[in-house]
């Protein structure tokens, strides 16, 4: 994984990962990420120990960026979230819908022109496109769907910049019976009106917002409100 540099930092500067990579990113304001964060990242053992505050390396890193107000139901996901993650139940369903619902695996097509034009490596693309919904966005929906499910909830809340985070999420609010609201900036929503249109045609309500940059920046917060 190679991260770009921040080229607006006044700080910025790159350091080496194991593989001898240049990567430079800031968390926390202006301290920039040392060399133990991508290892602490690799390790996991202490994601684990922390996974309770979102906290990680000595909690140095990771944490919650949201409204207080929310806080309760993220403790609530959390907590189901650990319960289902080695359910085998839960995980046959998943599976089930990925592969009798969603079309997967997708397949990997081996990029022959590519190949011959660059030489050396062997190029494959994986094919994601082939999921239901035409974009990968519905292998998570599925799986939050799931999650929601279990939880006991009514409706699914969304927001969507293109529009297929929110033709993913209404496809399986209709899938599982879920009432589905999708925030969309005014000008994504003229800009993208076939998505639109999907979004409606499967039952959700596309809610405009008309404020700030009219785009996903303000459909986020929309949605978290």
């Given at each position: 994984l190679i991260i770009k540099r921040l080229l607006n930092h006044e700080n910025h500067?790159?350091?080496?990962?194991?593989l001898g990579v240049g990567v430079a990113t800031v968390t926390k304001g202006s301290k920039l990420l040392s060399k133990g964060?991508?290892?602490?990242?690799?390790?996991?053992s202490e994601q684990i120990?922390?996974?309770e505050t979102g906290?990680?390396?000595?909690?140095?890193?990771?944490?919650?960026?949201?409204?207080?107000?929310?806080?309760?139901?993220l403790e609530k996901l959390a907590k189901t979230y650990d319960q289902l993650k080695d359910d085998d139940a839960f995980l046959a369903e998943l599976k089930a819908l990925q592969t009798k619902y969603n079309n997967r695996p997708t397949?990997?097509?081996?990029?022959?022109?590519?190949?011959?034009?660059?030489?050396?490596?062997?190029?494959?693309?994986?094919?994601e496109g082939m999921n239901h919904t035409g974009a990968h966005k519905i292998n998570h929906c599925l799986g939050q769907a799931l999650v929601a499910k279990k939880m006991g909830k009514k409706r699914l809340i969304a927001e969507t910049g293109a529009g297929q985070h929110g033709v993913a999420t209404a496809t399986v609010a209709a899938k599982f019976g879920f009432d589905c609201t999708v925030y969309m900036g005014e000008i994504d929503i003229e800009r993208q009106r076939p998505n639109v249109v999907m979004m409606e045609l499967l039952g959700a309500t596309v809610v405009p917002i008309t404020y700030g940059s009219r785009t996903l920046k303000d459909a986020v917060s929309g949605a978290i409100r």
């Open positions: 500067h790159a350091i080496a990962d194991d964060y991508f290892k602490t990242l690799r390790t996991g120990k922390t996974q906290y990680f390396g000595k909690k140095n890193y990771g944490g919650r960026y949201v409204p207080e107000m929310l806080q309760g139901e397949p990997l097509i081996f990029a022959e022109n590519l190949t011959k034009s660059i030489g050396g490596a062997q190029i494959y693309l994986k094919n």
